[in-house]
């Protein structure tokens, strides 16, 4: 007798979302021994992730869970995402089985794979019903990318520096007295379109003109503000090296929760507003390329993304998640159509196709 | 009667062997090219590196599609172009340049006493002192020191909480292009230390004996015998110090604040950030080339240092 062993080759769209929603409704009853017909469960699952609050939130949220549901171990690769890419590329091109196994990457970074063709088309998750819009990569067919929750590019302040009251516009930062005490990203993401309103531009001119943007910048260059990544910020609000960053509000979070007394506003000329997602390298074996969307599967269950986007302070992609007590209503957490009407949202496929000139004209002002 | 064991003992026995199996590998008539199979590993190491740098020059060949995010069929010159004419790449190859030239300067004029004192004190406490110093460094890597430097050097570091002991406001001592060179400094001291040390050694103690005798003071000595055969040594140590300095990655990104890139953070940005590879490739070749033609110089101008090339043999 042949016993039926189900691979990904023999498994049509049908079959795997019967499957998925049984193993859905499985984990919800908690019955572990409901995998007995799956493929076979690869030893670990790789997910590539950031680190600090960033990992250990996935890990609350999504793979510890996982791992108890599934009895796969899930092993966090914090390579940086742009370090990631290059490798994963490569071994698709090369037909190799790529590094990691799921990819947690900003939006912007996995359109990028996506246009290039390195994705495997996510569509057929079955936890897709239940999300919002927001979870749908904007300009891309079908789904080679899962957002799974947005973030906004707060102005982070200490209080003590703005003994007036928190800051209204980015213009503030213009004041004297901050030369030497701000901070923005290195390649200046999340600036450049405020700083294109505080400039006196539109955001309809995005891509076209941005020249009141890199003129904006230029006079926030006089500031000599300092330039970092994700963890520099924290680092930079708790040594006491800056007064306000223009960063995740996630980060400023962080600071917070480690005793920093730190705020943050969307400004008049509102902030940036921008999306993560995941997303699975081709070349997988296929059982491992089942799992791994188990596991994306997994991480847009209501139940995961409450305790993951807890974790990051950041509203997610399944409706009636309820926001961190110290969230309600802050701007960084946009639930309404009057919170997100103060952000700014520009599609992935804009910021992908001109990204390279924008962090090219922010560096060379910079760096000037 | 039976032959003793130690006449002919078992390890002998397998030398013989290994001796008659390396004759068949390598026959006595290849005797003369045997010095020639013992440069086949480096042979090997550098037709890696050159097989790498046609992969880069293909690279750089070619450009980014940001639409498909791949790389173009074609052969065209425009990333040379474009590395040529955006101010971006001219002000961080100025800058780095500028470093490397002041970098090796300041290290071999800090780097000769401390390499001089090494070699000529009598005392051995104060030379294992000295030793175990220069090498200290080395077991903590180039990232840990730099961030050292941020702990002691910080708005709430060590030095400002001195200064604040007096009196004196914190004051931002890094994040700038001051605190890399000073950083870049301290990483390559240990380097340029243990290039000139051996030059040193080798000039021996009788010549500035021998020049004091003839009435010269120890300044005379110095520049009139010391420094002229301490040439190669400096040479040397210039040349390894002014390379990794114009190359260096972790200094510039760490005690920079991201405000003071080198050409190899802006090669990273290309490969990293941006996925212009070909940029990046463009950007990585004429690093390759500017610090070549500096080493060239260096030697083209004072000779091959300590390689000694050229030399007419005694």
Known sequence: ?????????????????????????????????????????????????????????????????????????????????????????????????????????????????????????????????????????????????????????????????????????????????????????????????????????????????MQPAWDFITKMKAQQPLLGEDPDFTTWFQNGEIDAACTISTNAREARKNGVKIEWVVPEEGAKFDTDGLWIPKGLPENELYWAKQYINHALTKEAQQVWLDGLGLPGVVPGLTPPKDLVGDPSYPTTEADFKRLIRVSSKIQVENESEWFSKFKAIMQG | MRAARTAYPLKWRIMDALEGVAAAIWPARFRRATPYLMLLPAVLLVGLLVLGLIQIADASLRTLDTTTFQFSDDYSIANFRRALTEPLFLVVAQRSLIAALIVTAVTLVFAFPYAYLMVRTRSPRLRKFLLIALFLPFFIGQVVRAYGWLIILGNQGMVNEALGVVGIAPMRLIYNYPAVLFGLVQYMLPFAVLMLAPALTAIPEELEAAAGSLGANWVRTFIHVVLPLARPGFIGAGVVVLTLSLTDFAVPAILGGGSQDFIANAIYDQFFRTSDQGLGATLALMLVALGSILVGLVFALFGAGTLAMGRSRA
Request: hydrophobic letters at 40%.
């Open chain 1, 1 to 209: 007798m042949k016993r039926f062993k189900p691979t990904l080759s023999h498994l049509s769209r049908r079959t795997f979302l019967q499957v998925t929603a049984a193993l859905g409704g499985a984990s919800a009853l908690g019955l572990r021994g409901a995998y007995a017909q799956e493929p076979e469960k690869p030893a670990e699952i790789i997910v590539r992730a950031w680190g600090g609050s960033w990992v250990d939130s996935l890990k609350a949220g999504v793979s510890d869970s996982f791992t108890k549901m599934t009895g796969i171990a899930v092993r966090h690769d914090l390579t940086e995402d742009n370090e990631i890419q290059p490798k994963v590329w490569a071994a698709v091109a090369q037909n190799r089985v790529p590094p990691i196994h799921i990819n947690w990457d900003t939006t912007t970074n996995a359109t990028k794979s996506a246009l290039r063709g390195v994705t495997e088309d996510l569509s057929d998750l079955p936890n897709l019903a239940n999300v919002t819009d927001l979870a749908k990569p904007a300009g891309l067919e079908g789904f080679p990318i899962v957002n799974t929750y947005g973030y906004v590019y707060v102005l982070a302040y200490r209080p003590e520096a703005f003994p007036d009251g928190p800051p209204k516009s980015w213009k503030d930062l213009l004041d004297p007295k901050f030369k030497g005490r701000l901070a923005f990203y290195n390649d200046g993401i999340g600036f450049h379109f405020p700083a294109q309103v505080a400039g006196g531009g539109k955001l309809e001119d995005i891509p076209g003109n």
